[in-house]
């Protein structure tokens, strides 16, 4: 379904008001100012929250691969939010605001399917585990990120390396984010094998080998090695960051990629 058989205009117009916001510091971020654009910025992050809450409490909600990738963005602006307070050096706003339109845009344009009617009031608990992880390891992304490209400002002696966040305290902030969603996404995990009857049905009792729950045990593996690579050997640098990105692209093909597939190429919600 597109965008004209499922948006309310509500949706639309905080929808097409927080793709603009942050469109503004995307394409403008130098022209207007720091200050302007960092005030942008934080209205754009409060319209998409606005619209995220309609979505859920204004009508019949609905989830799929863009709405969950939205909510996946808006989380990683809000930690970048906290950061810029305690660290305004902190350099990422074009990049954040160019992936909050996009997947606002994405999100109008594909909303998914209506979220299924279910007696268990630990379903939407067991779907905030899953999409805070999401936001955790994306949050933990691009930290790793802003190192890479920090570590190839230095290595190029340029001016805007410079007054910059120091890379220990980047790569200290990646680890935080990585050691938190990889808590989130082993408890989300657990429900799923233990409590899969109780929270879908009896349809989903255990473990079944899909390719959703096969992405998201590699991704968990990825990011197990990630952490006892660190905590044993000293991991740092492009090893830790080239495992991260493995364990997050594993991750987004387990939920976000089996569901493009599933809507998009081939036509379908459910």
Excluded: C
């Amino acid at each position: 379904p597109m965008i004209l058989a499922s948006a309310s205009p509500v949706g639309l117009l905080l929808g097409a008001a927080a793709a603009l916001a942050y469109a503004v510091p995307a394409v403008a971020a130098r022209a207007i100012g720091g200050v302007t654009a960092r005030r942008v910025l934080l209205l754009a992050w409060l319209l998409h929250g606005l619209l995220l809450a309609w979505n859920l409490f204004g009508g019949a909600p609905r989830f799929g691969f863009a709405p969950a990738l939205s909510i996946t963005v808006w989380l990683v602006l809000t930690a970048y939010v906290v950061e810029s307070q305690l660290y305004p050096q902190m350099r990422a706003r074009w990049a954040l605001a160019g992936f909050g339109a996009l997947t606002i845009v994405l999100a109008l344009l594909f909303p998914g399917a209506p979220l299924p009617a279910t007696s268990s009031p630990l379903l939407p608990l067991h779907w905030a585990l899953g999409i805070a992880a999401y936001g955790l390891f994306a949050a933990a992304v691009a930290h790793g990120w802003l190192m890479t490209r920090a570590e190839a400002q230095m290595r190029h002696a340029s001016p805007v390396a410079e007054g910059g966040v120091p890379l220990l305290t980047l790569e200290r902030l990646m680890f935080r984010f990585v050691g938190a969603g990889f808590l989130l996404l082993t408890l989300t995990m657990l429900a799923g094998i233990f409590f899969g009857e109780h929270l879908y049905g009896a349809a989903h009792t255990g473990w079944r080998w899909d390719h959703k729950r096969i992405f998201t045990l590699l991704s968990w593996l990825a990011f197990a090695t990630l952490l006892v690579g660190r905590s044993l050997f000293g991991w740092r640098g492009r090893r830790a960051v080239h495992m991260l990105y493995i364990g997050a692209g594993l991750l987004l093909l387990g939920y976000a990629g089996s569901r493009f597939v599933l809507e998009v190429l081939l036509g379908r919600t459910a």
